[in-house]
């Protein structure tokens, strides 16, 4: 049965309409239509659950066949990217996670997703793509799962990617904790749904939605770094995260001001600091060289030089006791 997949793509907004986005293709007088979605893109769209723990207990089957669990890809100390897609999809699906992937599977490299990371999948992080169509098995499943590893192409990974499948139930609920909604289409004989890729922490709960079938890199290594917590990636990585926050109208991680201010007053106080603290240090050593009695400053110098036996100072007198700085020098009186 050929089935043609809705073209859809959607902002990154809390919640994305798709019956909006369309209809908003009209001007003027076509404002009014926006309320006057069609029937079969009625409740397309996805709604985010930040935070929430996604049902790990949950039965699927992977690409060879086994029985697996969701949360069999999780507590692992990786961050899991999930996607919802069907493998009989003739476009979306495949823009997707060519997207994902960052190179077509029998083409060039796109420079983007996963390929333009330096981590290696299943090392720092795990994909898992479900099938939401109960119709399809493993017989899809594997062949899918074959040709994305095969194209990644990274030495010694042979893993990280599963592609699952599963009954109706479960793939439902799956998608109804990430948000996702979806529906088939008896007119059209296709399934409406948008393009989405969701992240997960370790311990299954969702951190970040990004939208669209195509992933800048450096969005796609902030998203996973902070879903592990910072426990991934180096000590640079770890300050970028605190420096930058998601931005949801831009679908990118832009700098955050505030901690960047916050940062800089905490600098300038310190610097600031130091310094005072080196002045009132240098000012006590200064005051305590010339305080009476202290052994310092001029009185102590000729202390040195009358005991220097290399010195020839001719007459130089004796220091008068309690004469407090002045010496008698050839007969003169001399501070």
């Known amino acids: 049965m050929i089935r043609k997949q809705l073209h859809l793509s959607f902002s990154p907004r809390r919640r994305v309409s798709a019956a909006v986005l369309l209809s908003g293709l009209c001007c003027g007088s076509a404002l009014a239509q926006v309320d006057a979605r069609p029937a079969d893109l009625e409740g397309i769209d996805i709604v985010e659950h930040l935070n929430d723990t996604l ?30 897609n069907y493998y009989e999809c003739p476009m979306l699906c495949s823009l997707q996670l060519n997207g994902l992937l960052g ?22 992080y795990e994909i898992v793509t479900v099938s939401f169509d109960p119709s399809e098995g493993p017989d899809l499943a594997g062949p899918k799962q074959e040709s994305y590893l095969k194209a990644y192409r990274r030495e010694g990974v042979k893993t990280g990617w599963h592609f699952l499948t599963g009954t109706a139930e479960n793939s439902k609920a799956l998608a109804e904790a990430i948000g996702f ?58 300050f970028l995260l605190w420096c930058f926050h998601y931005d949801d109208y831009s679908g990118q991680y832009t700098l955050a001001v505030m901690n960047i201010m916050r940062a800089l007053g905490f600098v300038t106080m310190v610097a600031l600091g130091v310094g005072l603290f080196i002045l009132w240090r240098r000012d006590c050593r200064r005051h305590s060289q010339l305080a009476p009695g202290s052994g310092g400053g001029f009185m102590k110098d000729v202390r040195e030089l009358r005991n220097d036996p290399r010195a020839d100072f001719g007459e130089l007198s004796r220091v008068e006791p309690g004469a407090k700085g002045v010496v008698s020098i050839g007969g003169q009186r001399s501070t």
């Open 55 to 84: 049902p790990l207990e949950l039965e699927f089957v992977d690409a060879s066949g086994k029985p697996v669990k969701l949360g069999d890809y999780f507590n692992q100390g990786k961050p899991v990217i999930i996607t919802l």
């Open 103 to 124: 190179r077509k599977p029998a083409g060039m490299d796109l420079g983007q997703g996963i390929m333009g990371l330096e981590w290696d999948l299943s090392d720092k």
């Open 181 to 238: 909604n979806y529906k088939w289409n008896e007119e059209n004989n296709q399934w409406a749904h948008a393009a989405a890729i969701y992240i997960a922490t370790p311990q299954g709960r969702l951190s970040r939605y990004l939208y669209g079938v195509s992933y800048d890199p450096a969005t796609l290594r902030m998203a996973l770094l902070e879903a592990s917590e910072g426990k991934i990636g180096n000590t640079i990585d770890k």
